[in-house]
């Protein structure tokens, strides 16, 4: 498979300096393509930017596509927010909203002018998306959201041949994982052992997703050619 080359391919990244945003670049450059990491922090080799910013993030993309024809934009930046919706403040709500939700929107928006014909749009929701759940509210909305809009795009991008698709991945290790399972346990008053036991015990391969198997589900559709529009699920079975 190594064979298979992507020299061809520009790859843009949000969150690139999270765990998942940092496999997938790592992927897609083990293949050849030439990847552009966009992220608030910044960092070596990652673009600074404020994804809620419509101005900044378009100047972003305009600087990569000046000198970069784009065949792939995958948005994988993102925030969790965990508590019940009662006793949620509306800053909790705005936050998650701008950080999940804006940001997909804008890069939709922005990168469908930018991604050349038959190139590929992928957004990173969530398993969550799919049904609510207690402690989850806020993020489970502004994550469902972002399929419609994926499902948007997908009938408005198709006339130039751009796929766009969603990945929903079940619980992934790393910190996100870890605050979440920290604040549940403080919440319901149980061990953070209980907490994480009871989420295993939800998954029929018994063990959380690692970053590097949802790059493997960004690469599978960026590189398939009949496929958009789609929730792609990655739970390990959870959900089955």
């Known amino acids: 498979m190594k064979s298979y080359s992507l ?3 520009v790859v843009v990244v949000t969150g690139g300096n999270g765990n998942m945003g940092r496999a997938i670049i790592k992927k897609f450059k083990s293949y050849g393509a030439k990847c552009f990491a966009i992220d608030l922090k910044g960092g070596s080799n990652v673009i600074k930017c404020n994804l809620t910013d419509e101005k900044e993030l378009n100047t972003v993309f305009k600087k990569i596509s000046k000198s970069n024809k784009i065949t792939d934009v995958i948005h994988a930046a993102g925030s969790i927010v965990v508590g019940t919706i009662k006793n949620s403040t509306l800053k909790e709500f705005n936050d ?3 950080n999940n939700l804006k940001t ?3 890069v939709g928006k922005i990168s469908s002018t930018k991604i050349i014909n038959g190139g590929s749009l992928i957004f990173i929701s969530s398993q969550a998306a799919l049904k609510g759940a207690k402690y989850w509210g806020i993020y489970s909305l502004s994550k469902a959201a972002i399929l419609r809009l994926s499902e948007t795009l997908a009938n408005e991008l ?3 041949k751009i796929r766009v698709n969603s990945i929903c991945p079940g619980d ?3 910190n996100m994982m870890k605050y979440a399972i920290k604040k549940i346990a403080k919440m319901s008053n149980m061990k953070e052992s209980d907490i994480y036991n009871n989420y295993i015990s939800n998954i029929p391969l018994k063990r959380f997703a690692k970053p590097e198997e949802i ?4 690469f599978y559709l ?4 009949y496929i958009t ?3 792609h699920l990655v739970d390990g079975g959870e959900n089955s």
């Open 96 to 98: 998650n909203i701008d």
């Open 158 to 160: 198709s006339n130039k």
């Open 229 to 231: 529009g789609i929730t």
């Open 222 to 225: 960026s590189n398939s050619k």
């Open 7 to 9: 020299k061809k391919r």
């Open 104 to 106: 997909a929107y804008l």
């Open 172 to 174: 992934v290790e790393g």
């Open 215 to 218: 790059a493997d589900a960004c």
